[in-house]
């Protein structure tokens, strides 16, 4: 008995996952628990272990191939069992009316691992990659197909229609891992359709204007990156204030703790974990603050669990480090120290990337004195942190230099104006000028 092998639904903004790494090659014996493939989610890398026993008879994908969630990519079955030759949702519309039975049964094994609905639009993992690369809902796109399957072909149409210029699916696939747009694409097929060569003659006339060196196309991590910051960028109505601090003080308070802590926890103590533990305080004070905003309701949130901004190789990560208005700096400094490392490796887990209500993005190791960062949605502000330097400060008439810092709060101005905001930030450069307070 053939049984299928889904890409799994990691997160509730997962809509494809990438495969890494194959553990199991086709002929091989699986075992329950074993892992089978490793993918990258749009947060995380993650081994998935296999939930049948038997022979991994066929895999549909290679490493690398981007594939749409609940998706076969493979069967598991007895060695005299017969996987086809194509993913029963792919290609082969006759076989697969034919085997209405088995395709019904992958789709209720669908909805109920993604608490979908049964009615869910029918289309070819072709036609829903060419949709989403084009930025187009599948849902309102007529298929031709039997029972209304969208073909790569039906999204190509509903392309051309919206384009009113006529362009094969090759032609536009290329055009959308390229980044070019076919409107500006002489076609030379029939009626003027736009066709592959038309596209890669475009992408060698913009190499040789620029020079390029390297095309690199987005995916997998940088891919989710990109689609993440685009939507927060687009839908949400950023506001950014700034503010100077004077952390001469915050920097006696880490001098002093920096034995103490460095003994109990074998880390340094930094001024991120410094910013981290007065962060938290104030936004008890600033519950809109620590909030989201979810299908327009404004989400007050009880616990305080700060989102760190982690660099990676190929991105952004954002562990949440939880409840840090509880925690002392010696378990925040630990805490943090342990996440950060996890992500720079790609060892978190889905439970340590959920649950953030407030986001801090800090660049104080660059030559970065401020800049205006984007907030991590559905929160509702993000704070960004710049570098320490010392500059010349006016205090009770005199000029002094002292160690300055500049802190960044973007705020979604659907959810808070600007007075409480600006509430928010004098109070928190209040508290990093008087950290003592943070000890109390």
């Not at 007065?278 to 309701?297: F, Q």
């Not at 949130?301 to 990676?312: H, K, R, S, Y």
């Not at 660049?363 to 710049?386: K, S």
């Amino acid at each position: 008995m053939l049984k299928e092998v889904f890409m799994p639904k990691l997160s509730s903004t997962m809509e494809v996952g990438t495969l890494l790494e194959w553990f199991k090659e086709e002929g091989e014996s699986v075992e329950v628990g074993e892992p089978l493939f490793e993918i990258m989610t749009d947060k995380i890398n993650i081994e998935v272990e296999s939930y049948e026993e038997g022979i991994l008879l066929k895999k549909y994908y290679d490493v690398e191939d981007e594939v749409p969630v609940n998706e076969i990519v493979a069967f598991i079955g007895e060695a005299n069992d017969k996987a086809p030759d194509t993913p029963p949702a792919a290609g082969n519309e006759e076989q697969t009316e034919k085997e209405a039975a088995p395709e019904d049964a992958v789709s209720q094994k669908e909805a109920a691992t993604s608490g979908a609905s049964t009615s869910k639009v029918r289309a070819t993992p072709a036609a829903r990659r060419a949709a989403r690369e084009n930025n187009l809902s599948i849902e309102n796109i007529q298929g031709t197909g039997p029972n209304g399957r969208i073909h790569e072909q039906d999204v190509v149409d509903a392309l051309n229609k919206e384009s009113s210029k006529l362009v094969t699916p090759l032609a536009a696939k290329i055009a959308a891992d390229q980044g070019i747009d076919t409107d500006s694409v002489q076609g030379t097929g029939a009626r003027g359709k736009v066709v592959k060569q038309d596209v890669l003659g475009q992408q060698n006339t913009s190499a040789q204007e620029t020079g390029e060196l390297e095309r690199i196309k987005l995916k997998g991590l940088r891919k989710a990156v990109a689609d993440k910051m685009l939507q927060s960028a687009r839908s949400i109505p950023h506001v950014t204030l700034t503010t100077d601090v004077d952390m001469s003080k915050a920097i006696e308070v880490r001098k002093a703790l920096l034995p103490t802590i460095e003994a109990q926890t074998g880390y340094r103590v930094s001024y991120t974990e410094i910013i981290m533990k007065a962060t938290a305080s104030v936004l008890k004070n600033h519950p809109k603050v620590n909030a989201s905003l979810i299908d327009n309701e404004i989400v007050m949130n009880q616990a305080i669990n700060l989102g760190l901004a982690v660099a990676v190789e190929d991105g952004l990560i954002v562990p949440s480090v939880p409840n840090v208005d509880k925690a002392g700096l010696a378990e925040l400094t630990t805490v943090s120290k342990e996440l950060g490392a996890k992500a720079r490796n790609n060892r978190l887990t889905p439970d340590e990337m959920r649950g953030s209500t407030f986001t801090i993005s800090n660049l104080g190791m660059y030559a970065i004195d401020g800049f205006t960062p984007i907030i991590n949605a559905p929160e509702t502000a993000i704070l960004g942190v710049g570098r320490i330097v010392e500059k010349p400060v006016v205090i009770d008439h005199v000029v002094e230099v002292r160690p300055m810092m500049v802190l960044s709060l973007s705020f979604d101005h659907r959810a808070i104006d600007g007075a409480p905001a600006a509430a928010f930030l004098t109070e928190l450069k209040e508290r990093l000028e008087n950290p003592w307070t943070l000890l109390v």
